[in-house]
């Protein structure tokens, strides 16, 4: 079974300029979550989708990330325009119906210069 | 809110030694436990789970046992290799939610 796929693997931009990261869950996962990963720190939530729609935003900073998930697979995390704060280790998730567990992707490292 | 508080890292240990790894949690309600493993470059691999209370989870030697009295999940091995070395996530995930609530991690290596 292939597992979450995320690209690209390293990004490097200038603050201020946009960036998007995409990701392609596990063949039937209905959750999908994006974390961002601080180096030194635990992940933390940023989005979590049911499906197509969003079940907890609360800790996404809106005016300048964004994410969608299209036709309940695919999704794509944005940002813009990016701050030196914004460097980390962008991680999506994806989880079966009914289940707790959650299965990771490599991850995006985003480096903000 | 939950959190998750893990024993300060980093941690260095001889192989064949024996490990653990301190983790409590803050939850209202029944959460599941999880410990996760992230090797360098790679993303975290689940480890181990537990659901309910007095439950161990185990996998690769390693082992946790979930503590309502003591509201802990501290991760354990007889004796670790090489190989071992990594960084631990424990986290929990509330009971009703789905969304994983990390600690801050904890690095171990390993010396041979």
């Known amino acids: 079974e292939a597992g979450v796929a995320q690209s690209p693997r390293y990004k490097i931009i200038e603050k201020r300029q946009s960036v998007a990261f995409w990701c392609n869950p596990i063949s039937g996962h209905a959750t999908l979550y994006w974390y961002q990963q601080i180096l030194g720190q635990g992940p933390k939530l940023l989005i979590q989708?049911?499906?197509?729609?969003?079940?907890?935003d609360s800790q996404l900073p809106k005016d300048r990330f964004s994410a969608e998930r299209l036709k309940g697979v695919d999704s794509t995390l944005k940002i813009q325009p990016a701050k030196l704060e914004d460097s980390a280790v962008y991680l999506c998730a994806s989880s079966p119906q009914g289940t707790r567990e959650a299965f990771f992707g490599q991850g995006t490292r985003l480096t903000v210069v | 809110g939950d959190s998750v508080t893990q024993m300060e890292g980093p941690v260095t240990l001889s192989e064949e030694a024996f490990l653990t790894i301190n983790c409590t949690y803050t939850a209202t309600g029944y959460p599941s436990l999880f410990w996760y493993v992230q090797y360098p470059g790679e993303g975290l691999q689940l480890l181990l789970k537990?659901?309910?209370?007095?439950d161990k989870g185990s996998n690769k030697g390693f082992e946790a046992t979930y503590r309502k009295e003591t509201t802990s999940f501290h991760l354990e091995k007889g004796s670790v290799q090489v190989s071992d070395s990594a960084v631990y996530f424990c986290a929990l995930n509330e009971q009703g939610a789905q969304k994983l609530v990390f600690g801050q991690g904890t690095r171990l290596t390993i010396n041979p």
């Open positions: 537990a659901t309910k209370a007095d």
């Open positions: 989708f049911q499906n197509n729609g969003v079940v907890d």
